[in-house]
């Protein structure tokens, strides 16, 4: 899933974990739900094999689930065992926050044990992180009191190596996840017992509802009951404590309100999209002190009686820390994490989200073509264009890839506009002198003498320039443009809307204020800056822009003597 090298999450691991996490809660049954967390982590998280030890009413754990191998399948589940030997194991070798790794040269004392296990023989490892078969690594799930659910046990990583620390964090927040999970299918088991009687037993209806009451008064997350049709459809009757505490709002008070009441004015479509039946949503709930909270929703439909009027209840489940952990992840895998500035790969992205494969000159064409028509009052023949990210070679402008916009609007002319379609292209000026025409400036910025700062002074010094640096070229651009750290000592700023004196004079404020002297534990180190202007351009790749605006950097840095780049 990851190498210890990786500087940041790709995002498409990102993504598939999004996707796993999501698809917990999409079982109906309790079985279903563990097959489905021991399916998510063979698919999702880089493990070849994975099952699920469930705590029994008794304190021994059961295998509940397997995924990866039918033979081991077919072996292991079903089997026992002892809550003794569970607890002996989940206190052995090393804990990864809340993780527990027995290494094989420790784990061979278990072997005798009377836990169900799987494994083959292989050889030792030929690097201190490589993966060994008699390796176990043991995720604990826990409900939200505390006691001991069951133990998520994985192995054979696909890459062959232990996991890192993404590795683990996304292992460990998957386990969190599968526990909600579990509690919630286990929630809801009961929660159709109690329907069912409601619906079935009329003569035990006073019981019934007791049992009812019992299950939506004290569930661990927030319920409600509200009107279904008629004027008041929606207005809630009913909330629990739960529900109440995480709003911040009485009982009482909540009763005025319905959920599209409180919903954040973002999220009313996601909400008015949701169905009675069956319907989920992730959206934003207002709390009383004016803040929100992020809680998924999940609604059913019940009878007060055989024949009595419909209410929906609804499920309100608190998923704010699991959106807070999301935004991190989603933050430091487009981040650089030593200065916290977008890297090379957002870098990229929005650069190539501002280009498309219209060259410039067909630009200018099309726009002149556009004006004519739209005075002389007839239709013109508009290219369709590959959108930004289109594959190479669709052809069809009725392929979802493809676009019209050829020429700007405000202009509505017959021959297939799309009035959808906003992109403003990028034109770059068409030469060094100013000649009125505004752009997407790229400045390639190359630090001068940082090597000899690492070299004298160690990284930890090098590390702190580059904070600083950063701090400054942040600091030194408009609200809107992007700072950005390509790798190592280079840097790349993208500014829109400039003329090229403007871009010039943008390089040389940025590099005035990268000399003077950075304080680095009581000494003062300097060093320079070399820029080189690019421009933006529809037609180019992400890639061609920053190779010119880097081959200008280079020119640029060469024009000068050494003694002049260097600045400390």
Known sequence: ???????????????????????????????????????????????????????????????????????????????????????????????????????????????????????????????????????????????????????????????????????????????????????????????????????????????????????????????????????????????????????GRPASVLRRYSFSDLVHPEDIGTLLRTSAEGGRAELRLGRRDGTYVWVSLRNSVVADAADGPRFLLTHVEDIEERKRHELQLAHRASHDSLTGLPNSAELRARLSARLCRMPQQSLRSAAVEALDAAYEGRAVDVPAVPAAGAPAGAGDPGDPGFRYDGFPEPFDLSGGVDPYDHHVHAVAPASDVDDGTKGLAVLFCDLDGFKSINDRFGHHTGDAVLIEVARRLTTGVRDGDTVARLGGDEFVVLADGLGAADAADLAVRLRNAIIPPIRVDGRAVRVGASFGIGWASCGMSADEVLRSADQRMYIEKRSRSKAHRRAG
């Not at 030997?85 to 072997?111: A, K, Q, Y």
């Open 1 to 247: 899933m990851e190498t210890e090298s990786e500087p940041y999450v790709r995002l498409a691991t990102l993504r598939q974990l999004h996707r796993v996490v999501a698809e917990l809660n999409t079982a109906r049954s309790l079985a279903d739900t563990l097959q489905t967390v021991v399916d998510g982590i063979v698919t999702g998280l880089g493990y070849e094999l994975a099952c699920v030890n469930l705590v029994r009413p008794d304190g021994d754990l059961v295998v509940a689930a397997f995924a990866g191998d039918p033979a081991a399948e077919a072996l292991i589940t079903g089997r026992v065992g002892s809550r003794a030997s569970w607890e002996r194991r989940l206190t052995m070798g090393e804990n990864w926050d809340g993780l527990r790794f027995i290494p094989h040269t420790e784990g061979w004392v278990l072997l005798e044990d009377d836990v169900p296990q799987w494994h083959t023989d292989g050889p030792d490892p030929r690097f201190e992180d490589e993966w060994h078969p008699e390796d176990r690594l043991y995720a604990p799930m826990y409900a939200s009191g505390g006691e001991l659910l069951g133990v998520i046990s994985v192995d054979r990583p696909r890459n062959g190596r232990r996991p890192g620390a993404w590795g683990r964090e996304a292992l460990q927040m998957y386990a969190f996840q599968a526990a909600i999970a579990i509690s919630n299918a286990r929630l809801r088991a009961n929660m159709q017992r109690a329907l069912v009687r409601l619906e079935r037993e009329q003569q035990a209806l006073r019981a019934s509802e007791e049992s009812f009451r019992q299950a939506f008064e004290y569930a661990p997350s927030g319920m409600a009951i509200a009107e279904m049709g008629g004027d008041q459809h929606g207005r809630l009757l009913r909330t629990n404590d739960a529900l109440c505490r995480l709003l």
